[in-house]
């Protein structure tokens, strides 16, 4: 035997054992789940990493090539060497582009500890066999059958012996050398096609339907002739009564030896759809910044008095949903989308009163405060970031229940790391490229292949719908223009390392470009998850594909404190695009006021009381009416208040129709007076007391004069003061003293709440001072484990040889006799320890000193030194010399 077949691991075990540091780094950073918790040497770490739900997670993150290759392997023979392996990829023709790839997806399969062995003898992991091998219950995605060994194991000897003879192969003496002669003729590709040559049309024709999957068919007790056929010479197999199936064999000499119809060993190429200029795309950027601003703000000033109810089983009712949309101006899934947002930006929350309702968080004013950048950046990075997804809105969960805004079921952890790599994709393309939406979502799939399944109840795979509704929600928040990433959406995902900050666009031209057209919007929602890959790892000669070919590397997870420095980065650059706000509006003849831009906040807000807001868009307009007015008098504003502040922020006279507006309503209102009684109305000018009593629209008031200035009504005094103002009055509402109360609402706010925390998808990947001690742990651990004993050190306490793994036992005479030996010679010792929560562990320690029942020694397994409880000790045993 070579000294090559001598080095090959027997294990996967033991080929963990032969990776560097590297390596097992690579393979843990990967597979994060392998060590949580870090496991206490390489048989455990083999172990778990070939556990079903290990492998399951390292199979979903494989791309489509490295998948089929895993295939492929899995209906090989086990072991397989590369060659076996490259004809099944490539077929008997040979395909160079496979040739040249499979190296990189070998790599990849072994850098994930899914294949060992060299490539002599290479194996696929049981589990993996396991989950990609075909089977009655689970097809292939090869599309095979079981071999001929597997197909005929029920079958009688007597009956395969007829198949071989009907093969025209001689009788054998046994079952399992009859099997053997017919793989052997199903193998022979010379022999196959002689035998094929001879068979009818018809029988040819049912297994061209059969080559390629599904290999099940069914067939009646008699079978026509051209199926006898096939079936005498075991071309088809009954699996059960009525049931046949294609073995492997003939199906692989059908294809030419290839195990998939058509392997892709490149991913989709994904290139530029449109292109646009970067200040375009970065001036609609950066006025779709400033709407989304815009629309948080409003959403909850909308609910500052207290939002909608909270629904019992938690979220916002469809009906809230509705509302909310149109005072949103918004269509109701992008209404969902601005609720969700501020709720994972920490802005809103219930307040978890008795009567459970949405508010604004005591977060929402420090936020205010900030600059509109900062704002604007906090909204990106939570989004980037969030796992409550918005397009689930409206759907069903897995129990058939609706999923609502704001409620339970929205939380996918794939969330964040598809919006990362979309990004990713759309920065890797040239600024101003935006690219076109199948292929990227063809490249989604191909990259992680078996994600690409029903799931959600969908008619699309979950990444695909994340992919689309990434690029929508890119495109409404500002972080892409017109389908292409902004120069700050660059920055926002540290992809904009040294580039120069973006032309400043006049604030005119961003508020133009704020409002892209719905067929612009369509293609970009429709463009949002693709891009173009990043260089990948060589692993073979032939691994040198064009950039845009390459496969993508895994999206690396930024700590929180990168996040927030590319997120200043982003907020820097988005700034000087944004328009400053004004101090002013232009005021119209026709009882409106234009705002030509953002307002100082102010302004804004005494507008909001003031008036009406009658359109949006790149300005605002502003509609004055009686009822507004009366708000603003309500609110305790006085008339020449109102006066000097539209004289002080017009930069038009205040028109002649507007100020009789004013005098008009503010003559008018307080002149009359609603108390409580029930309710009552006084007056001074008895006259239009008997002008209301007159009104037939008084009715529903039920009014009675008590005395010749009180009216008393057996109504509440909101419903009187709605109905005389609903009549045309200006009525003021009055206090038991008599006082005019002042009707400005206070803001509600929750108690302070924190945003809701993200869920993730797995353990979190390990850094590099976690992966450092965990692989110093780890082969310490093996040390122990595998370091060679003494034969008389070796034995238990009756003197019998210790079984592999197992602790040693001696007396706590002999352990004390063998640890003062062990510190005069300065020995190393291998004992069993076991800890205060009685878990057993093996160690290899060379003690220093022993005394008061510790001894103290170097511990190899940790690395430092250590004490350790004498009584604690199952019993040791001396090392080897070598």
């Not at 790599?107 to 062995?117: D, F, K, M, S, Y």
Request: proline letters at 8%; charged letters at 20%; one cysteine or more.
């Amino acid at each position: 035997m070579s000294p090559e077949a001598h080095s090959a691991p027997r294990s996967l075990a033991e080929s963990l054992r032969m990776r560097d540091d590297a390596s097992l780094a690579a393979l843990l950073r990967s597979r994060p789940d392998l060590i949580t918790p870090v496991p206490t040497d390489l048989t455990q770490l083999a172990t778990r990493a070939g556990t079903r739900a290990s492998v399951l997670r390292a199979l979903e993150r494989l791309d489509r090539f490295a998948l089929q290759a895993a295939e492929a392997l899995a209906v090989a023979p086990d072991p397989a060497s590369y060659g076996t392996l490259l004809g099944l990829m490539a077929g008997d023709a040979g395909d160079e582009t496979v040739a040249d790839t499979l190296p990189r997806a070998v790599g990849t399969l072994r850098e994930q500890a899914l294949v060992w062995g060299d490539d002599e003898r290479m194996r696929l992991v049981r589990t993996a066999r396991e989950l990609l091998a075909p089977s009655a219950q689970h097809p292939s995605p090869t599309g095979l059958g079981p071999t001929v060994q597997e197909a005929t194991s029920g079958m009688s000897p007597g009956r395969i012996q007829e198949i071989v003879a009907a093969a025209g192969l001689a009788s054998t003496h046994d079952s399992v050398s009859a099997v053997t002669a017919l793989t052997g003729l199903f193998s022979d590709r010379k022999k196959m096609t002689a035998l094929l040559g001879e068979a009818p049309e018809a029988s040819r024709e049912v297994l061209s339907r059969l080559v390629w999957g599904p290999p099940y068919g069914q067939v009646t007790a008699d079978p026509a002739a051209h199926l006898r056929w096939l079936l005498d010479r075991g071309l088809l197999l009954p699996t059960a009564p009525g049931t046949v199936v294609l073995p492997r064999e003939v199906a692989l000499h059908l294809r030419e030896g290839r195990a998939h119809r058509a392997p892709e060993p490149l991913p989709p190429a994904v290139g530029p759809d449109a292109t646009h200029a970067p200040q375009v795309v970065d001036a609609t950027a950066a006025g779709q910044a400033y709407t989304a601003l815009a629309t948080v703000e409003e959403l909850l000033k909308d609910w500052d008095e207290g939002g909608p109810a909270v629904l019992r089983a938690g979220g916002l009712s469809v009906r809230d949903l509705k509302r909310t949309a149109v005072a949103l101006d918004v269509p109701e899934p992008v209404a969902a989308f601005w609720v969700e947002l501020a709720y994972a930006a920490g802005l809103l929350a219930s307040d978890g009163e008795a009567d459970e309702r949405y508010a604004a968080t005591p977060f929402y004013e420090e936020w205010l405060e900030r600059p509109p950048a900062e704002r604007w950046g906090r909204l990106a990075e939570v989004w980037l970031s969030a796992t409550r997804t918005a397009g689930l809105v409206g759907g069903r969960d897995a129990k058939d229940r609706a999923l609502s805004a704001l409620g339970p079921g929205l939380d996918r952890s794939a969330a964040p790391e598809v919006r990362h790599r979309v990004l990713a994709l759309l920065a890797a393309l040239p600024q101003g490229a935006a690219p076109g939406a199948e292929a990227v979502l063809a490249r989604l799939r191909w990259e992680r292949a078996l994600r690409g399944q029903q799931q959600d109840g969908g008619d699309d795979d979950l990444r695909s719908r994340l992919a689309r509704w990434t690029l929508s929600e890119a495109e409404l928040l500002g972080v892409t223009g017109r389908g292409a990433l902004s120069a700050h959406g660059r920055a926002l995902i540290g992809a904009s390392k040294g580039a120069s900050a973006p032309s400043v666009t006049p604030a005119s031209s961003v508020t133009s470009a704020s409002a892209p057209s719905v067929a612009s919007a369509t293609s970009v929602a429709s463009a949002a998850s693709a891009g173009a890959a990043a260089s990948a790892e060589s692993f073979g000669p032939g691994d040198k594909l064009p950039v845009h070919h390459r496969p993508a590397p895994p999206v690396e997870p930024r700590s929180p404190a990168e996040q927030a420095v590319d997120t200043a980065a982003a907020a820097r650059l988005l700034a000087p695009l944004l328009p400053e706000p004004l101090d002013h509006v232009l005021l119209q003849a026709d009882l409106t006021a234009v705002a030509p831009g953002p307002l100082r906040r102010p302004l804004a807000d005494t507008l909001d009381v003031l008036a009406d807001v009658e359109s949006k868009g790149g300005a605002t307009v502003y509609r004055f009416t009686p009822a507004s007015v009366r708000r603003a008098l309500d609110a305790g504003r006085a008339a020449a208040d109102l006066h000097a502040f539209l004289t002080a922020h017009s930069r038009t006279p205040v028109p002649q129709p507007l100020a009789y507006l004013i005098d008009d309503v503010a003559r008018k209102h307080g002149h009359l007076r609603v108390g409580a009684a029930s309710a009552y109305v006084r007056c001074d000018d008895d006259t239009l007391l008997n002008e209301i009593l007159a009104d037939k629209r008084a009715a529903a008031l039920r009014l009675r004069r008590l005395a010749p200035t009180v009216l008393a009504a057996q109504s509440d005094p909101a419903a009187l003061l709605e109905g005389l103002r609903a009549m045309g009055y200006a009525p003021a509402a009055e206090s038991a003293e008599g006082d005019v109360l002042i009707t400005r609402a206070d803001a509600h706010r929750t108690p302070p709440r924190t945003a809701p925390e993200p869920v993730p998808d797995g353990p979190p990947p390990p850094d590099a001072t976690l992966l450092s001690a965990a692989i110093r742990a780890i082969r310490a651990g093996d040390l122990a484990a595998t370091a060679p004993r003494k034969a008389a050190g070796s034995t238990g306490a009756a003197g019998a040889p210790l079984a592999g793994g197992e602790l040693p036992r001696t007396s706590s005479a002999e352990t004390l006799a063998t640890m003062q030996a062990a510190v005069l010679t300065g020995g190393s010792l291998w004992i069993g320890y076991v800890n205060a929560e009685g878990s057993a562990s093996q160690r290899v320690i060379a003690p220093i000193r022993v005394e008061g029942g510790f001894v103290t020694a170097y511990d190899h397994t940790a690395d430092e030194v250590r004490t350790y409880p004498l009584h604690r000790i199952t019993g040791v045993a001396e090392l080897a010399d070598d």
